[in-house]
């Protein structure tokens, strides 16, 4: 299990999650523990494209084929990223998607589900159906007035048309805007000198960049005495109260979940304040 806002793991029946470890190069999920967790019951896996960085899906889509269980992607970083010739969001059985002022893809607030099948046509209609209030639309005869029913409990989880405009007209910036991060992130990559880092790669969209350093307080202390605002994201969900259970073993997601810091990735930053990050984790790390 990866410790970002929704877990690396197994679905089995009910729904219950099941946790596993990550690869300690890229923090996604490692496919050869997911192996270790298939059982009959499982119904899905849900990879976590972890700040940015593609899961290695060419094994995963492979585990996908071998045992009949669906892949929902976790592409809450992933807005822009490639994996192969094809962009993140075109792989799965479905792919979800979150946005935010801080996310590549800004926006007040909301989320995007792509389902990649027309086969399931009817599992789109049930989402669609279920983020509004359980009402289902249907016009009768053609004619100006829609008639509405409601079949099941539903919720208000529909995207403002606010947020949709803005979307709209960021998605235009995305690539732009990703462009800059790697840039950041390919310097970040090069010029510090922990062995610990994110690896730079183009196909990344680098919604954040992490290094993992034994001395995380003393040294988020440092850069925040400087002026630089660091981040632990995450802590792994596995420790959470509503998940905790001893019997859970993750030692790489236990490991990193020590010692991750973020670093500032975003568009705004300049040059120069990319240099003096990188001289002040040099200097005090």
């Given amino acids: 299990m990866s410790f970002v806002s929704t877990a690396n793991c197994v679905l089995k029946n009910g729904g219950k999650p099941v946790f596993v470890d990550i690869d300690p190069t890229t923090l996604c999920i490692e496919p050869k523990e997911i192996l270790k967790s298939i059982t009959k019951k499982t119904k899905a896996v849900i990879p976590v494209h972890f700040g940015g960085m593609p899961c290695n899906m060419k094994e995963i889509l492979k585990i996908s084929k071998k045992y009949g269980i ?7 970083h992933a807005a822009g990223a490639n994996y192969g010739k094809n962009k993140i969001g075109s792989h799965g059985f479905a792919v979800c998607f979150s946005f935010h002022p801080i996310k590549n893809l800004a926006m007040p607030t909301g989320g995007l589900i792509s389902i990649n099948d027309k086969k399931y046509k009817n599992i789109r209609e049930k989402i669609q159906t279920k983020r509004w ?21 539903g919720d208000n989880y529909y995207m403002n048309e606010i947020s949709a405009v803005i979307g709209i007209e960021q998605l235009k910036k995305l690539n732009k805007m990703n462009s800059i991060r790697k840039k950041i992130a390919k310097r970040y990559a090069s010029e510090l000198e922990m062995t610990k880092k994110m690896a730079y790669s183009n196909d990344c969209a680098y919604h954040l960049y992490w290094i993992c ?8 202390k440092k850069l925040l005495e400087n002026g630089i605002q660091t981040g632990t994201h995450y802590r792994p969900i596995h420790t959470f109260r509503l998940y905790h259970n001893k019997k859970i073993k993750l030692p790489v997601t236990d490991r990193v979940g020590n010692e991750i810091i973020t670093l500032p990735i975003h568009p705004n930053l300049t040059d120069n304040q990319v240099t003096k990050v990188i001289s002040l984790i040099n200097k005090f790390s």
Wanted: charged share 35%.
């Fill in 213 to 220: 350093v034994k001395n995380r307080d003393k040294l988020r």
């Fill in 133 to 153: 209030c359980g009402i289902s639309n249907r016009h009768d005869g053609g004619t100006a007035d829609a008639l509405y029913d409601i079949n099941e409990i």
């Fill in 70 to 76: 669906k892949i929902i992607e976790d592409a809450a």
